[in-house]
């Protein structure tokens, strides 16, 4: 299909002298995004997305300064969190979530990006309130349309924040969103867009509704389209581990496969 996007091919980074030298460029990429778009580049936070890379690798990324890690599968996460609890790193789970593994995410992440249920808002809170742990969290809007996506519809979003305060472990950060897998820039742009909107109409309702009113948008190969449209929390993961399997991405990435 011409309508999806051209895979690029990024090195594998396995020293601590490689994920050194991606973390600057992909720095570097967002200080020139941020700089066209007149922002402050300290306006953008990288979450760099280690899902698939093996521990010894996260070691070395770790030494070079990956303080935060995000991963879309919880059961991934929590195997990594364990094994690398002597080191200075925590960890952001950015997939979807199964109500019965809130209790795995309550007791290691300290961000959660895809809340997209209030069933999933109850559960996490009460297994947080067991812990004694708060948890920042982004509500995930599907802003493609595409059925395989997961997150909220854009129409029931507001209602959604709206019903949160009551969980009162939830520190409610802004919104996430993935993207139209696209070459086409333009509708890429688009979901962006209505992530925004969304975020200032929420902040024009009553400013309490969405924190701070973060917005999780753009990966490796359109966080400077997101950037340009105010993104806050940009999640890259080729850009600065290397290429996933392509087969990883068809079967894992993408729910059901598409
Ligand atoms: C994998 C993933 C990313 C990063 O994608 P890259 O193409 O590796 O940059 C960002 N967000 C989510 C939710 C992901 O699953």
Redesign the pocket.
Known sequence: MSDVAQPITYPPAITVEDFARNLDAVQARIARAAARAGRDPRSVRLLP?S?TVAEDRLRNAVAAGYYRLGE?KVQEAKRKSENLADLDVSWAV??HLQTNKARDVAGFAAEFQALDSLRLAEALDRRLQAAGRSLDVFVQVNTSGEESKYGLSPDEVLAFLAALPRFETLRVQGLMT?ALFSSDLERVRACFVRLRTLRDRARDTDPDLIGPGELSMG???DFEVAIDEGATCV?????LFGS?APRYDEAH?WPSGT
């Not at 999640?235 to 850009?239: H, I, K, L, N, Y």
Request: proline letters at 0%; hydrophobic letters at 40%; glycine letters at 18%.
């Open positions: 997305v899902k879309n950015v997939g993935l990966m490796s190969g999640r890259v993961g080729q850009a996933r990435y």
